[in-house]
Nanobody, 112 residues
């Protein structure tokens, strides 16, 4: 059974940065497109970013506007999401997603 495990969330002040990590068992990230999705309190799932399996190209939701960077370390079989200039509205649980596999999420809280 595929397991995705996110880490790196926490409490950060507005303008701060966090790097989320996603590790997997029984799955090779480089074989699939990898995505980050978030869920803010009381809201539905919102796609954040994706990295392409074939050429490593990346896409982002418009709200991130250059504040996020998704990457993948194939040697470590880990996907990252670097988030900068965080805003209170970025507060959410962030999930790693590969096809139909999901992690348990990591909480990101942006507050002063």
């Amino acid at each position: 059974e595929v397991q995705l495990v996110e880490s790196g969330g926490g409490l950060v002040q507005p303008g701060g940065s966090l790097r989320l990590s996603c590790a997997a068992s029984d799955l090779t990230f480089a074989s699939y497109n990898n995505a980050w999705v978030r869920q803010a309190p009381g809201k539905g799932l919102e796609w954040v970013s994706e990295i392409n399996r074939d050429d490593g190209s990346t896409t982002y939701a418009g709200s991130w506007n250059g504040r996020a960077s998704i990457s993948r370390d194939n040697a470590k079989n880990t996907v990252y999401l670097q988030m900068n200039n965080l805003k209170p509205e970025d507060t959410a649980v962030y999930f790693c997603n590969v096809r139909d596999a999901w992690g348990q999420g990591t909480q990101v809280t942006v507050s002063s």
